[in-house]
């Protein structure tokens, strides 16, 4: 828990903000980063954003640090997958500076073709890198388990469209639940959390 309920946060890849909405409290002041226009101005839609900036996440992230910015929490939800692996290392490296008390970072365990039903006419959405277990463990964060493997991985059962197939593999997921939190290798995604 961090000390302290955190007030500011930087949504990197905010997309247009559908789960920022799931999560911010009243009082959080969020900055939101987005490349795709249409998502954007969903997003400013929500209202939970006290400021969006249209952008190339890098490019945006390298500005804010150097202009100094600091945020209590970094947040990077199913986004690093989107740019290459030498872009992803660099954010990760901007993530650090612009944290003062914790980062999350989700994604696929490893690389993970994105499904067609994914892109929505978004050009961004396309996966260009995969990112391992260590990859987070290395620079000092924690990583959890989310979502079983063989119900969600590409070829995972959760992937059918034949609904008892579907359902059934979405029970066993959820029983597991508990258990691929702390045992990511089983997972098909991760959360890595890094405290300053």
Not at 64 to 84: G, N, P
Not at 129 to 151: E, L, M
Request: hydrophobic content about 40%; aromatic content about 12%.
């Amino acid at each position: 828990m961090l000390a302290g309920s955190p007030k500011t946060f930087l949504d990197m890849g905010c997309g247009d903000g559908t789960l920022m909405g799931g999560i911010a409290g009243s009082d959080w002041k969020i900055t939101g980063i987005d490349i795709y226009e249409k998502d954007i101005l969903n997003a400013k839609k929500k209202g939970i954003y006290k400021k969006l900036i249209k952008g190339d996440l890098v490019k945006v992230a390298k500005e804010l640090a150097k202009q100094k910015k600091r945020y209590d929490l970094v947040f990077c939800s199913q986004v690093i997958e989107h740019i290459t692996k030498k872009e992803g290392e660099e954010l990760l490296g901007l993530a650090e500076k612009l944290a003062k008390k914790r980062i999350y970072f989700g994604t696929p365990r490893g690389f993970m073709k994105q499904p067609e039903v994914f892109l929505k006419g978004n050009p961004y959405q396309y996966h260009k890198s995969g990112w391992p277990i260590k990859d987070f463990t290395q620079r000092g964060y924690r990583v959890y388990g989310i979502g079983f493997n063989p119900v969600w991985a590409e070829e995972g059962l959760g992937r059918s469209k034949n609904i008892l197939i579907f359902s059934i593999a979405s029970l066993i997921s959820y029983i597991l639940a508990p258990v691929i939190f702390f045992v990511p290798r089983l997972a098909s995604g991760i959360m890595a959390v890094k405290d300053k």
